[in-house]
């Protein structure tokens, strides 16, 4: 039996590249927490989402 569908749209499968110990890390805490690691890393992506400045609001590259 699969899990419930906890997301309103549908979904895409796409891959990304990630450091060895990123991934360890990320599979450890998932299973820690009885999740997947699909389901930390939408969480991530979302909460960055909600936090990255607008690309007009960013401090350009080299200063500061």
Do not use: C, F, N
Request: charged share 35%.
């Amino acid at each position: 039996m699969s899990r419930p569908k906890i997301y309103e749209e549908d979904r895409v499968t796409t891959a990304v590249r990630l450091p060895e110990s990123l991934h360890r890390w990320l599979k450890a805490t998932a299973l820690e927490r009885d999740v997947s690691v699909t389901y930390l890393v939408v969480r991530a992506v979302e909460d960055y989402r909600e936090r990255i400045a607008p690309l007009g609001e960013q401090p350009a590259k080299g200063s500061g």
